[in-house]
T-cell receptor, first 112, second 113 residues
Framework: GESVGLHLPTLSVQEGDNSIINCAYSNSASDYFIWYKQESGKGPQFIIDIRSNMDKRQGQRVTVLLNKTVKHLSLQIAATQPGDSAVYFCAEAYSGTYKYIFGTGTRLKVLA | NAGVTQTPKFRVLKTGQSMTLLCAQDMNHEYMYWYRQDPGMGLRLIHYSVGEGTTAKGEVPDGYNVSRLKKQNFLLGLESAAPSQTSVYFC????????????FGQGTRLTVV
């Protein structure tokens, strides 16, 4: 079984509803942000990214919103499906560094 | 296209034993990273490399060493394993530049008893 994420905050959503996963980032100088999805027993997978000169970016069924004023990032998933069940991580980075800083993650559970 | 491949996938070590985790990427990425992931915590950076022959320390480097002799490979070594190093280890790689996403391997689950 999966030991990662035993104590993560959990969001439970009914199948077909929209999900909103939030992330507070730490560095006001960060200018690049990414959302990753991690399914049980697998490595993180890229979902969507956004640069600091944007407030919103849309992908397939996903939207990322960036509020630099309060250092907040959110991931919206439309029409949530059972396959969306996973742990979601945000990551931040800023020019001049090679490293990403990852958040602790949120577990999304989709209820049938 | 295999992406990022980690070897082995699982390993059990006794305290004091040594081992090397191998990460191989076939995307010609310049940057490579080793992270560890513990329950309830995010990914913590152990070491990273911005090119062949270069390595640097991350947030939690103690007890680990790395080498990048070839661009496509990044090795993580544990010289004397401790129970505190029980974790899931992930390797990642990406292209040079800040606005590029990292690609992750499937992970290595290491247990030190």
């Amino acid at each position: 079984g999966e030991s990662v994420g035993l104590h993560l905050p959990t969001l439970s959503v009914q199948e077909g509803d929209n999900s909103i996963i939030n992330c507070a980032y730490s560095n006001s100088a960060s200018d690049y942000f990414i959302w990753y999805k991690q399914e049980s027993g697998k490595g993180p997978q890229f979902i969507i990214d956004i640069r600091s000169n944007m407030d919103k970016r849309q992908g397939q069924r996903v939207t990322v919103l960036l509020n630099k004023t309060v250092k907040h990032l959110s991931l919206q998933i439309a029409a949530t499906q059972p396959g969306d069940s996973a742990v979601y991580f945000c990551a931040e980075a800023y020019s001049g560094t090679y490293k990403y800083i990852f958040g602790t993650g949120t577990r999304l559970k989709v209820l049938a | 296209n295999a992406g990022v491949t980690q070897t082995p996938k699982f390993r059990v070590l006794k305290t004091g034993q040594s081992m090397t985790l191998l990460c191989a990427q076939d995307m010609n990425h310049e940057y490579m990273y080793w992270y560890r992931q513990d329950p309830g915590m995010g990914l913590r950076l152990i070491h990273y490399s911005v090119g062949e022959g270069t390595t640097a320390k991350g947030e939690v480097p103690d007890g680990y060493n790395v080498s990048r002799l070839k661009k496509q490979n990044f090795l993580l070594g544990l010289e004397s394993a401790a129970p505190s190093q029980t974790s899931v280890y992930f390797c990642a790689s990406r292209y040079r530049g800040i606005n590029t996403e990292a690609f992750f391997g499937q992970g290595t689950r290491l247990t030190v008893v």
